[in-house]
Protein backbone atom coordinates (compact mmCIF):
# COMPACT_ATOMS: atom_id res chain seq x y z
CA UNK A 1 0.00 0.00 0.00
CA UNK A 2 2.79 2.46 0.83
CA UNK A 3 4.08 2.02 -2.67
CA UNK A 4 0.42 3.15 -3.99
CA UNK A 5 0.25 6.38 -2.45
CA UNK A 6 2.64 8.09 -4.58
CA UNK A 7 0.01 6.85 -7.92
CA UNK A 8 -2.76 8.26 -5.69
CA UNK A 9 -1.64 11.49 -4.77
CA UNK A 10 -1.25 11.47 -8.28
CA UNK A 11 -4.21 10.61 -9.34
CA UNK A 12 -6.27 12.91 -6.65
CA UNK A 13 -4.05 15.63 -7.61
CA UNK A 14 -5.50 15.73 -11.48
CA UNK A 15 -9.13 14.73 -10.53
CA UNK A 16 -9.36 17.92 -8.57
CA UNK A 17 -7.71 20.10 -10.55
CA UNK A 18 -10.55 20.49 -12.71
CA UNK A 19 -12.22 22.19 -10.04
CA UNK A 20 -9.94 25.10 -9.86
CA UNK A 21 -11.73 26.17 -12.82
CA UNK A 22 -14.93 27.61 -13.98
CA UNK A 23 -17.93 26.59 -13.34
CA UNK A 24 -16.55 25.95 -9.70
CA UNK A 25 -13.93 28.75 -9.14
CA UNK A 26 -11.91 27.06 -6.34
CA UNK A 27 -8.22 28.91 -7.47
CA UNK A 28 -7.05 27.58 -4.24
CA UNK A 29 -7.29 23.79 -5.70
CA UNK A 30 -4.56 24.67 -8.33
CA UNK A 31 -1.45 24.63 -6.26
CA UNK A 32 -2.76 21.93 -3.87
CA UNK A 33 -3.56 19.55 -7.15
CA UNK A 34 0.52 20.90 -7.99
CA UNK A 35 1.67 20.09 -4.63
CA UNK A 36 0.34 16.69 -4.68
CA UNK A 37 1.98 15.91 -7.79
CA UNK A 38 5.09 17.51 -7.18
CA UNK A 39 5.24 15.16 -3.80
CA UNK A 40 4.35 11.89 -5.96
CA UNK A 41 7.18 13.32 -8.00
CA UNK A 42 9.65 14.09 -5.72
CA UNK A 43 12.06 10.15 -5.05
CA UNK A 44 10.49 9.22 -8.10
CA UNK A 45 12.84 7.31 -11.04
CA UNK A 46 11.96 8.35 -14.36
CA UNK A 47 9.83 5.64 -15.49
CA UNK A 48 7.77 5.90 -11.88
CA UNK A 49 8.06 9.67 -12.83
CA UNK A 50 6.05 9.00 -15.68
CA UNK A 51 3.28 6.66 -14.61
CA UNK A 52 2.48 8.94 -11.85
CA UNK A 53 2.29 11.77 -14.52
CA UNK A 54 -0.10 10.47 -16.38
CA UNK A 55 -2.82 9.14 -14.28
CA UNK A 56 -2.75 13.10 -13.00
CA UNK A 57 -3.13 13.64 -16.68
CA UNK A 58 -6.09 10.88 -17.12
CA UNK A 59 -7.91 12.75 -13.90
CA UNK A 60 -7.14 15.96 -14.94
CA UNK A 61 -8.21 15.65 -18.45
CA UNK A 62 -10.80 13.15 -17.94
CA UNK A 63 -12.56 15.27 -15.41
CA UNK A 64 -11.87 18.71 -16.74
CA UNK A 65 -12.61 17.99 -21.07
CA UNK A 66 -14.90 15.38 -20.22
CA UNK A 67 -17.83 17.72 -22.48
CA UNK A 68 -16.14 16.53 -24.98
CA UNK A 69 -18.36 13.36 -25.36
CA UNK A 70 -21.02 15.52 -25.26
CA UNK A 71 -20.30 17.71 -28.01
CA UNK A 72 -19.56 14.81 -30.47
CA UNK A 73 -22.48 12.59 -29.31
CA UNK A 74 -25.30 14.93 -28.88
CA UNK A 75 -24.21 17.64 -31.82
CA UNK A 76 -21.49 15.91 -34.14
CA UNK A 77 -23.57 12.95 -34.78
CA UNK A 78 -21.45 10.35 -33.16
CA UNK A 79 -23.18 7.50 -31.26
CA UNK A 80 -22.27 6.13 -27.85
CA UNK A 81 -19.45 3.80 -28.47
CA UNK A 82 -17.71 6.40 -31.70
CA UNK A 83 -18.03 9.45 -29.16
CA UNK A 84 -16.70 7.24 -26.26
CA UNK A 85 -13.43 6.03 -27.64
CA UNK A 86 -12.64 9.23 -29.53
CA UNK A 87 -13.56 11.33 -26.03
CA UNK A 88 -11.18 8.53 -23.99
CA UNK A 89 -8.33 8.54 -26.92
CA UNK A 90 -8.07 12.56 -27.26
CA UNK A 91 -7.94 12.05 -22.63
CA UNK A 92 -5.41 9.36 -23.49
CA UNK A 93 -3.14 11.37 -25.71
CA UNK A 94 -3.23 14.61 -23.39
CA UNK A 95 -2.24 12.87 -20.36
CA UNK A 96 1.19 12.37 -22.23
CA UNK A 97 1.73 15.63 -21.10
CA UNK A 98 2.19 16.13 -17.56
CA UNK A 99 3.40 12.26 -18.04
CA UNK A 100 6.12 13.60 -20.15
CA UNK A 101 7.04 16.12 -18.01
CA UNK A 102 7.49 13.97 -14.82
CA UNK A 103 9.93 12.21 -16.90
CA UNK A 104 11.87 14.58 -18.02
CA UNK A 105 11.83 16.30 -14.36
CA UNK A 106 13.13 13.08 -12.59
CA UNK A 107 15.69 12.55 -15.39
CA UNK A 108 17.11 15.90 -15.29
CA UNK A 109 19.43 16.31 -12.71
CA UNK A 110 19.00 12.88 -11.32
CA UNK A 111 19.74 12.91 -7.25
CA UNK A 112 19.53 16.48 -7.40
CA UNK A 113 18.43 17.98 -3.82
CA UNK A 114 14.73 18.95 -2.63
CA UNK A 115 14.43 22.41 -2.86
CA UNK A 116 15.79 22.07 -6.35
CA UNK A 117 13.89 20.32 -7.70
CA UNK A 118 10.50 21.85 -5.86
CA UNK A 119 11.35 25.05 -6.32
CA UNK A 120 13.54 25.16 -9.79
CA UNK A 121 13.22 21.84 -11.57
CA UNK A 122 9.35 21.20 -11.55
CA UNK A 123 7.48 24.00 -11.72
CA UNK A 124 9.91 24.97 -15.36
CA UNK A 125 9.01 21.55 -16.29
CA UNK A 126 5.26 22.26 -15.60
CA UNK A 127 4.90 25.32 -17.70
CA UNK A 128 7.05 24.17 -20.48
CA UNK A 129 5.01 21.26 -20.78
CA UNK A 130 1.37 23.58 -20.86
CA UNK A 131 3.57 25.69 -23.57
CA UNK A 132 4.34 22.48 -25.55
CA UNK A 133 0.77 21.44 -25.43
CA UNK A 134 -0.60 24.81 -26.74
CA UNK A 135 1.44 24.23 -29.89
CA UNK A 136 2.52 20.61 -30.16
CA UNK A 137 0.56 17.92 -31.57
CA UNK A 138 -2.46 18.43 -28.64
CA UNK A 139 -2.84 22.41 -30.13
CA UNK A 140 -5.04 22.80 -26.45
CA UNK A 141 -4.11 24.61 -24.24
CA UNK A 142 -7.00 23.99 -22.07
CA UNK A 143 -6.58 24.03 -18.35
CA UNK A 144 -3.90 25.87 -17.74
CA UNK A 145 -3.23 26.92 -14.21
CA UNK A 146 -2.60 30.16 -15.12
CA UNK A 147 -6.51 30.42 -16.24
CA UNK A 148 -7.73 29.52 -12.85
CA UNK A 149 -6.16 32.44 -11.11
CA UNK A 150 -7.71 35.49 -13.25
CA UNK A 151 -9.88 36.37 -10.76
CA UNK A 152 -7.59 36.39 -7.55
CA UNK A 153 -4.43 39.00 -6.66
CA UNK A 154 -1.93 35.87 -8.57
CA UNK A 155 -3.68 36.35 -11.93
CA UNK A 156 -4.57 39.74 -11.94
CA UNK A 157 -0.92 40.96 -10.51
CA UNK A 158 0.98 38.52 -12.86
CA UNK A 159 -1.13 38.15 -15.91
CA UNK A 160 -0.48 41.61 -17.67
CA UNK A 161 3.55 40.99 -16.48
CA UNK A 162 4.03 37.77 -17.91
CA UNK A 163 0.51 36.00 -19.40
CA UNK A 164 -0.80 32.59 -18.75
CA UNK A 165 2.10 31.00 -18.25
CA UNK A 166 3.96 33.35 -15.78
CA UNK A 167 0.58 33.15 -13.70
CA UNK A 168 1.04 29.37 -14.13
CA UNK A 169 4.65 29.40 -13.30
CA UNK A 170 3.57 31.02 -10.14
CA UNK A 171 1.20 29.11 -9.51
CA UNK A 172 3.43 25.49 -9.03
CA UNK A 173 6.11 28.23 -7.21
CA UNK A 174 3.32 28.04 -4.41
CA UNK A 175 3.07 24.11 -4.74
CA UNK A 176 6.88 23.94 -4.20
CA UNK A 177 6.85 26.32 -1.55
CA UNK A 178 3.62 24.58 -0.03
CA UNK A 179 5.49 21.29 0.67
CA UNK A 180 8.41 23.38 1.80
CA UNK A 181 6.77 23.98 4.65
CA UNK A 182 6.98 20.87 5.63
CA UNK A 183 10.53 20.65 5.71
CA UNK A 184 11.88 19.52 9.52
CA UNK A 185 14.36 22.28 9.46
CA UNK A 186 12.80 25.36 11.24
CA UNK A 187 14.56 27.59 9.57
CA UNK A 188 13.76 25.76 5.72
CA UNK A 189 10.18 25.88 6.73
CA UNK A 190 10.06 29.78 7.99
CA UNK A 191 11.59 30.57 4.24
CA UNK A 192 9.34 28.75 2.25
CA UNK A 193 6.37 30.31 4.45
CA UNK A 194 8.27 33.75 3.83
CA UNK A 195 8.01 32.97 0.42
CA UNK A 196 4.72 32.29 -0.21
CA UNK A 197 3.95 35.57 2.42
CA UNK A 198 6.47 37.67 -0.48
CA UNK A 199 4.98 36.19 -3.84
CA UNK A 200 1.53 36.86 -2.74
CA UNK A 201 2.34 40.47 -1.32
CA UNK A 202 4.17 41.07 -4.69
CA UNK A 203 1.34 40.02 -6.98
CA UNK A 204 -1.62 42.45 -4.87
CA UNK A 205 0.90 45.42 -5.18
CA UNK A 206 1.27 44.79 -8.93
CA UNK A 207 -2.06 44.43 -9.38
CA UNK A 208 -2.49 48.23 -9.26
CA UNK A 209 -0.07 49.02 -11.77
CA UNK A 210 -1.97 50.65 -14.54
CA UNK A 211 -0.51 49.25 -17.60
CA UNK A 212 -3.36 50.92 -19.59
CA UNK A 213 -4.96 54.02 -20.14
CA UNK A 214 -8.10 55.22 -21.59
CA UNK A 215 -7.35 56.90 -25.27
CA UNK A 216 -10.95 58.04 -25.92
CA UNK A 217 -14.66 58.43 -24.22
CA UNK A 218 -16.57 55.29 -23.08
CA UNK A 219 -19.45 54.19 -25.61
CA UNK A 220 -22.43 51.54 -25.38
CA UNK A 221 -22.07 48.33 -26.50
CA UNK A 222 -24.63 45.75 -27.28
CA UNK A 223 -23.96 41.97 -27.20
CA UNK A 224 -26.48 39.70 -28.87
CA UNK A 225 -26.77 36.01 -28.12
CA UNK A 226 -29.98 34.29 -30.53
CA UNK A 227 -30.01 31.06 -28.87
CA UNK A 228 -30.20 28.93 -32.06
CA UNK A 229 -30.75 25.19 -31.86
CA UNK A 230 -27.27 24.10 -32.97
CA UNK A 231 -29.79 21.15 -35.26
CA UNK A 232 -32.09 23.88 -36.88
CA UNK A 233 -28.83 26.39 -37.39
CA UNK A 234 -27.98 25.65 -40.79
CA UNK A 235 -30.91 23.97 -42.21
CA UNK A 236 -31.80 26.56 -45.11
CA UNK A 237 -35.34 26.86 -44.53
CA UNK A 238 -34.35 28.31 -40.90
CA UNK A 239 -32.04 31.23 -42.52
CA UNK A 240 -35.05 33.35 -43.12
CA UNK A 241 -36.17 33.06 -39.16
CA UNK A 242 -32.51 33.35 -38.17
CA UNK A 243 -31.53 36.91 -40.04
CA UNK A 244 -34.53 38.49 -38.70
CA UNK A 245 -34.01 37.07 -35.32
CA UNK A 246 -30.64 38.86 -35.25
CA UNK A 247 -31.84 41.72 -37.48
CA UNK A 248 -35.00 42.68 -34.65
CA UNK A 249 -32.52 42.34 -31.97
CA UNK A 250 -30.52 45.22 -33.27
CA UNK A 251 -33.02 47.36 -33.62
CA UNK A 252 -33.89 47.69 -30.47
CA UNK A 253 -30.65 48.64 -29.37
CA UNK A 254 -30.08 51.16 -32.07
CA UNK A 255 -28.70 53.84 -29.25
CA UNK A 256 -25.50 51.59 -28.66
CA UNK A 257 -22.26 52.40 -31.04
CA UNK A 258 -21.33 49.23 -31.66
CA UNK A 259 -23.71 45.40 -31.92
CA UNK A 260 -21.86 42.42 -32.38
CA UNK A 261 -23.63 39.16 -33.54
CA UNK A 262 -22.12 35.78 -32.59
CA UNK A 263 -20.43 33.30 -34.51
CA UNK A 264 -21.55 32.42 -37.92
CA UNK A 265 -24.64 34.16 -36.99
CA UNK A 266 -25.81 34.67 -40.59
CA UNK A 267 -25.89 30.72 -42.08
CA UNK A 268 -24.70 31.48 -45.34
CA UNK A 269 -21.69 32.48 -47.08
CA UNK A 270 -21.19 37.10 -46.83
CA UNK A 271 -21.36 36.73 -50.71
CA UNK A 272 -24.76 35.59 -50.44
CA UNK A 273 -26.57 38.54 -48.73
CA UNK A 274 -23.69 41.04 -48.88
CA UNK A 275 -26.07 42.83 -51.37
CA UNK A 276 -29.16 42.15 -49.55
CA UNK A 277 -29.68 41.71 -46.15
CA UNK A 278 -26.42 43.13 -45.27
CA UNK A 279 -27.11 45.77 -47.41
CA UNK A 280 -30.42 46.75 -46.06
CA UNK A 281 -28.97 46.37 -42.79
CA UNK A 282 -26.05 49.14 -43.43
CA UNK A 283 -28.67 51.47 -44.55
CA UNK A 284 -30.42 51.35 -41.73
CA UNK A 285 -27.43 51.76 -39.18
CA UNK A 286 -26.05 54.34 -40.82
CA UNK A 287 -28.39 57.11 -39.29
CA UNK A 288 -28.07 55.71 -35.51
CA UNK A 289 -24.27 55.69 -35.81
CA UNK A 290 -24.56 52.11 -34.91
CA UNK A 291 -21.62 49.99 -36.47
CA UNK A 292 -22.60 46.31 -36.51
CA UNK A 293 -19.56 42.98 -36.26
CA UNK A 294 -21.03 39.62 -37.57
CA UNK A 295 -19.74 36.12 -37.68
CA UNK A 296 -20.86 35.00 -41.30
CA UNK A 297 -18.39 32.16 -43.28
CA UNK A 298 -16.87 33.93 -46.39
CA UNK A 299 -16.66 32.28 -49.34
CA UNK A 300 -13.43 32.85 -52.13
CA UNK A 301 -14.57 32.18 -55.27
CA UNK A 302 -11.64 32.52 -56.80
CA UNK A 303 -9.65 29.85 -54.66
CA UNK A 304 -12.91 27.71 -54.05
CA UNK A 305 -11.84 28.22 -50.14
CA UNK A 306 -14.20 28.92 -47.34
CA UNK A 307 -13.34 30.66 -44.18
CA UNK A 308 -14.60 31.28 -40.86
CA UNK A 309 -15.07 35.05 -40.52
CA UNK A 310 -16.28 37.83 -39.12
CA UNK A 311 -17.13 41.74 -40.97
CA UNK A 312 -18.00 45.03 -39.93
CA UNK A 313 -20.95 46.69 -41.05
CA UNK A 314 -19.79 50.05 -40.97
CA UNK A 315 -18.77 53.48 -42.45
CA UNK A 316 -15.20 51.40 -43.50
CA UNK A 317 -15.98 48.10 -43.89
CA UNK A 318 -13.67 45.45 -43.22
CA UNK A 319 -12.91 41.51 -42.56
CA UNK A 320 -11.28 39.48 -40.74
CA UNK A 321 -10.23 35.47 -41.42
CA UNK A 322 -10.25 33.13 -39.17
CA UNK A 323 -6.43 31.94 -38.55
CA UNK A 324 -6.33 29.30 -35.99
CA UNK A 325 -8.77 26.93 -36.52
CA UNK A 326 -10.02 24.11 -34.70
CA UNK A 327 -9.00 20.65 -34.85
CA UNK A 328 -11.39 18.09 -36.30
CA UNK A 329 -14.02 20.63 -35.99
CA UNK A 330 -12.88 23.36 -38.61
CA UNK A 331 -9.95 21.19 -40.45
CA UNK A 332 -8.89 17.88 -40.23
CA UNK A 333 -5.20 17.31 -39.19
CA UNK A 334 -3.23 14.61 -41.41
CA UNK A 335 -6.25 13.98 -43.52
CA UNK A 336 -5.00 10.75 -44.97
CA UNK A 337 -4.67 9.02 -41.75
CA UNK A 338 -8.17 10.69 -40.09
CA UNK A 339 -10.00 11.01 -42.73
CA UNK A 340 -12.45 8.77 -41.09
CA UNK A 341 -13.22 11.15 -37.83
CA UNK A 342 -15.16 13.57 -40.64
CA UNK A 343 -17.38 10.80 -41.57
CA UNK A 344 -18.97 10.05 -37.88
CA UNK A 345 -18.93 13.85 -36.80
CA UNK A 346 -21.70 15.54 -39.51
CA UNK A 347 -20.12 18.73 -38.35
CA UNK A 348 -21.42 21.54 -40.94
CA UNK A 349 -17.91 23.38 -42.70
CA UNK A 350 -15.91 21.30 -40.80
CA UNK A 351 -12.90 22.23 -43.37
CA UNK A 352 -12.36 25.72 -43.37
CA UNK A 353 -9.02 27.15 -44.70
CA UNK A 354 -7.22 29.07 -42.48
CA UNK A 355 -6.91 33.06 -42.78
CA UNK A 356 -3.33 34.36 -43.62
CA UNK A 357 -1.54 36.53 -40.76
CA UNK A 358 -0.87 39.97 -40.32
CA UNK A 359 -4.25 41.15 -41.48
CA UNK A 360 -5.47 44.55 -41.31
CA UNK A 361 -7.75 45.09 -38.17
CA UNK A 362 -11.66 45.51 -38.33
CA UNK A 363 -12.31 49.34 -37.74
CA UNK A 364 -15.56 49.68 -35.64
CA UNK A 365 -17.09 52.53 -33.17
CA UNK A 366 -14.03 54.62 -34.41
CA UNK A 367 -11.74 52.30 -33.09
CA UNK A 368 -8.98 49.56 -34.31
CA UNK A 369 -9.92 45.73 -32.96
CA UNK A 370 -8.25 43.30 -31.79
CA UNK A 371 -10.40 40.29 -33.46
CA UNK A 372 -10.73 36.64 -32.36
CA UNK A 373 -13.52 33.81 -33.46
CA UNK A 374 -13.97 30.96 -31.38
CA UNK A 375 -11.20 29.17 -30.15
CA UNK A 376 -8.89 31.69 -30.70
CA UNK A 377 -9.21 33.59 -27.51
CA UNK A 378 -7.21 30.72 -25.53
CA UNK A 379 -4.04 31.44 -27.27
CA UNK A 380 -2.84 34.65 -25.67
CA UNK A 381 0.36 34.92 -27.87
CA UNK A 382 -1.95 34.80 -30.62
CA UNK A 383 -4.48 37.71 -29.37
CA UNK A 384 -1.20 40.40 -29.09
CA UNK A 385 -1.10 40.53 -32.19
CA UNK A 386 -3.29 43.30 -32.91
CA UNK A 387 -1.81 45.02 -30.37
CA UNK A 388 -1.06 47.85 -28.90
CA UNK A 389 -2.66 49.47 -32.17
CA UNK A 390 -6.43 47.65 -31.18
CA UNK A 391 -8.97 49.54 -28.50
CA UNK A 392 -10.59 46.81 -27.49
CA UNK A 393 -11.05 43.19 -28.37
CA UNK A 394 -13.97 41.16 -29.76
CA UNK A 395 -14.59 37.74 -29.01
CA UNK A 396 -17.54 36.28 -31.64
CA UNK A 397 -18.37 32.40 -30.49
CA UNK A 398 -20.70 29.88 -31.10
CA UNK A 399 -20.13 27.36 -27.87
CA UNK A 400 -23.72 25.45 -28.34
CA UNK A 401 -21.78 22.48 -29.25
CA UNK A 402 -21.06 22.44 -25.86
CA UNK A 403 -23.90 21.70 -24.11
CA UNK A 404 -24.86 22.63 -20.38
CA UNK A 405 -21.49 21.48 -19.65
CA UNK A 406 -18.04 23.12 -17.72
CA UNK A 407 -17.01 23.91 -21.59
CA UNK A 408 -18.61 27.18 -21.69
CA UNK A 409 -17.54 28.48 -18.61
CA UNK A 410 -13.96 27.23 -19.03
CA UNK A 411 -13.74 29.29 -22.18
CA UNK A 412 -14.96 32.34 -20.70
CA UNK A 413 -12.44 32.16 -18.05
CA UNK A 414 -9.92 32.18 -20.88
CA UNK A 415 -11.19 34.84 -22.43
CA UNK A 416 -11.19 37.04 -19.14
CA UNK A 417 -7.45 36.31 -19.07
CA UNK A 418 -6.71 37.84 -22.46
CA UNK A 419 -8.37 41.06 -21.52
CA UNK A 420 -5.80 40.52 -18.26
CA UNK A 421 -3.11 40.22 -20.48
CA UNK A 422 -4.25 42.79 -22.91
CA UNK A 423 -5.43 45.78 -20.49
CA UNK A 424 -8.44 46.22 -22.81
CA UNK A 425 -12.49 45.37 -22.55
CA UNK A 426 -13.41 42.25 -24.25
CA UNK A 427 -16.73 42.29 -25.88
CA UNK A 428 -18.13 38.35 -26.35
CA UNK A 429 -21.16 37.68 -28.31
CA UNK A 430 -22.04 33.79 -28.55
CA UNK A 431 -24.97 32.13 -29.65
CA UNK A 432 -25.77 30.14 -26.10
CA UNK A 433 -23.63 31.63 -23.79
CA UNK A 434 -21.57 32.62 -22.29
CA UNK A 435 -21.88 36.29 -23.80
CA UNK A 436 -20.57 38.64 -21.63
CA UNK A 437 -18.47 42.38 -21.33
CA UNK A 438 -15.19 41.86 -19.31
CA UNK A 439 -13.58 44.47 -17.95
CA UNK A 440 -9.53 45.34 -18.42
CA UNK A 441 -9.25 43.65 -15.03
CA UNK A 442 -10.40 40.44 -15.92
CA UNK A 443 -13.85 40.82 -14.55
CA UNK A 444 -17.14 40.23 -16.03
CA UNK A 445 -19.07 43.44 -16.02
CA UNK A 446 -22.28 42.05 -17.43
CA UNK A 447 -23.45 38.54 -18.44
CA UNK A 448 -26.44 36.91 -20.37
CA UNK A 449 -27.92 34.12 -18.87
CA UNK A 450 -27.05 31.09 -20.78
CA UNK A 451 -29.38 29.31 -23.06
CA UNK A 452 -31.63 32.45 -23.27
CA UNK A 453 -32.26 35.20 -26.22
CA UNK A 454 -30.86 37.95 -24.75
CA UNK A 455 -28.48 40.56 -25.11
CA UNK A 456 -25.80 42.05 -23.20
CA UNK A 457 -25.23 45.78 -22.73
CA UNK A 458 -22.32 47.71 -21.40
CA UNK A 459 -20.39 51.11 -21.72
CA UNK A 460 -17.14 49.96 -22.31
CA UNK A 461 -13.57 52.56 -22.31
CA UNK A 462 -11.54 52.32 -25.56
CA UNK A 463 -7.34 51.94 -24.35
CA UNK A 464 -4.26 52.80 -25.64
CA UNK A 465 -0.79 51.71 -24.21
CA UNK A 466 0.80 47.94 -23.83
CA UNK A 467 1.12 45.82 -20.84
CA UNK A 468 4.27 44.08 -20.94
CA UNK A 469 3.29 40.86 -22.02
CA UNK A 470 1.52 42.77 -24.52
CA UNK A 471 5.24 44.09 -25.81
CA UNK A 472 7.01 40.69 -25.00
CA UNK A 473 4.78 37.85 -24.83
CA UNK A 474 5.59 34.06 -23.93
CA UNK A 475 9.13 34.24 -25.57
CA UNK A 476 11.03 36.08 -22.35
CA UNK A 477 9.51 33.77 -20.11
CA UNK A 478 10.12 30.52 -21.99
CA UNK A 479 13.59 31.10 -23.04
CA UNK A 480 14.52 32.00 -19.29
CA UNK A 481 13.08 28.45 -18.12
CA UNK A 482 14.93 26.67 -21.23
CA UNK A 483 17.80 28.32 -19.74
CA UNK A 484 17.18 27.73 -16.54
CA UNK A 485 17.58 24.30 -17.19
CA UNK A 486 20.16 23.97 -19.15
CA UNK A 487 22.27 25.65 -16.40
CA UNK A 488 20.94 23.35 -14.13
CA UNK A 489 22.18 20.36 -16.33
CA UNK A 490 25.47 21.78 -17.34
CA UNK A 491 26.35 22.57 -13.74
CA UNK A 492 25.55 18.67 -12.31
CA UNK A 493 25.84 20.08 -9.25
CA UNK A 494 25.56 17.00 -6.95
CA UNK A 495 23.03 17.74 -3.92
CA UNK A 496 24.04 19.15 -0.18
CA UNK A 497 23.92 16.46 2.93
CA UNK A 498 21.11 19.63 4.18
CA UNK A 499 19.47 19.29 0.38
CA UNK A 500 18.60 15.19 1.09
CA UNK A 501 17.04 15.52 3.93
CA UNK A 502 13.31 15.60 4.25
Not at 259 to 274: D, G, L, N, R, S
Not at 297 to 313: G, H, I
Not at 388 to 412: E, K, R
Request: aromatic share 12%.
Amino acid sequence: MRRLIPYLLALSGGVLLPFAFSPFDWPWLAPLCLALLFAAWLDARPGQAFARGYLFGLGQFGVGVSWVYNSMHNYGGANFWEAGGLTALFVLILACYPATVGLLAAWWLGRAGRRQKLLLVFPAFWVLGEWLRGWFIADFPWLQVGSSQVGTALGQGLAPLAGVYGTGLAVALLAGLALCVLDRDDWKRRGAMVGIGLLIVACAWLRHIPWTQAAGAPFKAALLQGNVPQNQKWLPEFQRATLELYTGMTRQHWDARLVVWPETAIPAFYQQVKNTWLADLRVEAAPHNTDVIIGIPWADPATRRYYNSMVSVAENPGQYLKRHLVPFGEYLPFRHVFGWVLDILEIPLSDFASGEAGQAPIQAAGYPVASSICYEDVFGNEARDALPQAAYLVNVTNDAWFGDSMAPHQHVQMARMRALEAGRWLLRATNTGVTAAIAPDGRIVSQAPMFQQAAVTADITPMSGATPYVRLGDGPLIGLLVALLVVLKLKRAKPTESDDKP
